[in-house]
Nanobody, 123 residues
Framework: QSQLVESGGGLVEAGGSLSVPCAAPGRAFSRDHMGWFRQAPGKDRELVGRIKWPGDSTYYADSVKGRFTIARDNAKNAVYLQMNALKPEDTAVYYC????????????????WGQGTQVTVSS
């Protein structure tokens, strides 16, 4: 059973935008390091970006830098992945992950995961 819940995926045209929220029902994660990963068919799961606690410093993979933004909203107990200028190569299942200690690029380092949401970008 997933402890995080992503929503907001879907089909969007190239150049469009999409915002994917990640929530943690019944659990506050304002002090977690949060990572966003994606996995395309036939490829390994890769880190898209992450936001650390405290300070909310962010890191983005080169492939999405300048197009994607991660933001935390503690009042709503949610973390958002805002995706702009989407490209067909961004098509993947997107996952949010959380951990109190780890903020690196390895998926194995994160303890909590969502079930994933499909994002499809048409050309």
């Amino acid at each position: 059973q997933s402890q995080l819940v992503e929503s907001g995926g879907g089909l969007v045209e190239a150049g469009g935008s999409l915002s994917v929220p990640c929530a943690a029902p019944g659990r506050a994660f304002s002090r977690d390091h949060m990572g966003w990963f994606r996995q395309a068919p036939g490829k390994d799961r890769e880190l898209v970006g992450r936001i650390k606690w405290p300070g909310d410093s962010t890191y983005y993979a080169d492939s999405v830098k300048g197009r994607f933004t991660i933001a935390r909203d503690n009042a709503k107990n949610a973390v958002y992945l805002q995706m702009n200028a989407l490209k067909p190569e961004d098509t993947a299942v997107y996952y949010c992950a959380a951990d109190l200690s780890y903020a690196g690029s390895l998926s194995s380092g994160y303890r909590l995961w969502g079930q994933g949401t499909q994002v499809t970008v048409s050309s």
